[in-house]
């Protein structure tokens, strides 16, 4: 079966991290950190419906600029989700240029800065030059995005300053068997949404549903039960999962949060800064070494590491640090432990 989700890395291990998912089915795409972009083409980054900043420090956030210069004239939105302060980030991102002619352009923004218990959102349009509307806060409890197909959800991670992480889950995927509709000889309509929206709630298996069709002139309906069609009717796949971890401490919180986030995931996109040579510097500066990166993932039991945001010290040769980090993952090399 076709996956739904196409991730790739934006950049090279040793540029600016970023990830761009492309959603298959739906014919837009998310964005997971901001950094440098202009290698994009405009058709991919005009896709993108949400974009998630794990911290803004420059190499995670410099392509703000890049980003909205694309989008400036378009009828389009974009949600921007970052850490606490990423609002006056944005706006002062936006105080940096004169908006006088603009006030035609339908453009809007609405950035949701991420506490640990709120989400606190404000609307930025283009045609009243970006100034903010409030939208106010909502309870934070892992989510930040809930649609019929997927969520993304986000664990705060200590990077010196709050850094989030990232996972993009698909939930079930619903298939209905055409050759079982066709037996039952009523033809596909609006009820088999009801029947996966139904599915999906996880309403009880003897709640009603009725499927209604038009033969001709006359309207049809026939009455089951969701338990019953469930079962005749529908395949029910795994959907994928995505984790995206940056720049942060191999600390014992940060260990727990992130095998959480990224349990069981089909690819597990770490930052591995450093060698477990220079673990020293790793620590210091708040980040990962490779061997942490496989750590982690083994912790977390996904089924593929892919390693990025590689420090330039190392910029000749990005094989050993993909090697340590997959040997690790293998259990070749012991893991590490957090002090
Ligand atoms: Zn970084
Ligand atoms: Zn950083």
């Given at each position: 079966?076709?996956?739904?989700?196409?991730?790739?890395?934006?950049n090279?291990?040793?540029g600016?991290p970023?990830?761009?998912?492309?959603?298959?089915?739906?014919g837009?795409?998310m964005l997971?950190?901001?950094g440098?972009?202009?290698?994009?083409?405009a058709?991919?980054?005009l896709?993108l419906t949400?974009?998630?900043?794990?911290?803004t420090?420059m190499?995670h956030?410099?392509?703000?600029?890049?980003?909205?210069?694309?989008?400036l004239?378009r009828?389009?939105?974009?949600?921007?989700f970052?850490?606490?302060?990423?609002?006056a980030?944005?706006?002062?991102?936006?105080?940096?240029?004169?908006?006088?002619?603009i006030?035609?352009?339908?453009?809007?923004?609405?950035?949701?800065?991420?506490?640990?218990?709120?989400i606190?959102?404000?609307h930025?349009?283009a045609r009243t030059a970006f100034t903010p509307?409030?939208l106010?806060?909502?309870?934070f409890?892992?989510?930040l995005v809930?649609t019929?197909e997927?969520?993304v959800?986000?664990?705060?991670?200590?990077?010196?300053i709050p850094?989030?992480?990232f996972?993009?889950?698909?939930k079930?995927?619903l298939?209905?068997?055409?050759?079982r509709?066709a037996?039952?000889g009523?033809?596909?309509g609006?009820?088999?949404n009801?029947?996966?929206d139904?599915?999906?709630?996880?309403?009880?298996?003897?709640?009603?549903?009725?499927?209604?069709?038009?033969?001709?002139s006359?309207q049809?309906?026939?009455?089951?039960?969701?338990?019953?069609?469930?079962e005749?009717?529908?395949?029910?796949?795994?959907?994928?999962?995505?984790?995206?971890v940056?720049?942060?401490?191999?600390?014992?919180a940060n260990l727990v949060?992130?095998?959480?986030?990224?349990?069981?995931?089909?690819?597990?996109?770490?930052?591995?800064?450093?060698?477990?040579?220079?673990?020293?510097q790793?620590s210091?500066?708040?980040?990962?070494?490779?061997?942490?990166?496989?750590?982690?993932?083994?912790a977390a039991g996904?089924?593929?590491?892919?390693?990025?945001?590689?420090?330039?010290?190392?910029?000749?040769?990005?094989?050993?640090?993909?090697a340590?980090?997959?040997?690790?993952?293998r259990?070749?090399?012991?893991?590490?432990?957090?002090?």
């Open positions: 079966m076709r996956s739904t989700f196409a991730p790739r890395l934006v090279p291990p040793f600016d970023g990830l761009y998912v492309g959603l298959r089915h739906q837009r795409a997971f950190d901001l440098r972009i202009d290698r994009q083409p058709a991919a980054l896709k949400h974009v998630f900043v794990s911290h420090h190499d956030f410099i392509g703000f600029d890049h980003l909205l210069r694309i989008f004239a009828e389009q939105h974009l949600e921007v970052g850490p606490p302060g990423i609002i980030n944005v706006r002062g991102k936006l105080a940096g240029y004169t908006w006088n002619l006030d035609s352009y339908p453009f809007t923004l609405t950035a949701h800065e991420v506490g640990p218990q709120h606190e959102s404000t930025l349009p509307e409030p106010g806060t909502r309870p409890q892992g989510v809930d019929p997927l969520t959800s986000a664990v705060h991670l200590d990077h010196r850094c989030l992480g996972a993009l889950t698909e079930t995927r298939n209905v068997r055409k050759e509709l037996e039952l009523i033809p596909p609006r009820w088999l009801q029947l996966k139904a599915v999906r709630a996880h309403q009880p298996a003897d709640t009603p549903i009725r499927a209604e069709w038009r033969e001709g006359t049809r309906s026939a009455a089951f039960t969701v338990g019953e069609l469930r005749q009717l529908l395949v029910e796949t795994r959907g994928q999962k995505i984790a995206y940056v720049d942060t401490l191999f600390s014992h949060r992130i095998s959480e986030l990224a349990r069981g995931a089909d690819v597990f996109f770490c930052e591995s800064l450093f060698l477990d040579a220079d673990r020293d790793a210091k500066r708040y980040h990962l070494t490779a061997r942490q990166a496989g750590s982690l993932a083994r996904v089924a593929r590491l892919e390693t990025f945001h590689f420090s330039s010290r190392y910029d000749r040769d990005p094989a050993p640090l993909r340590e980090a997959q040997a690790v993952f259990g070749e090399l012991p893991p590490d432990e957090p002090n």
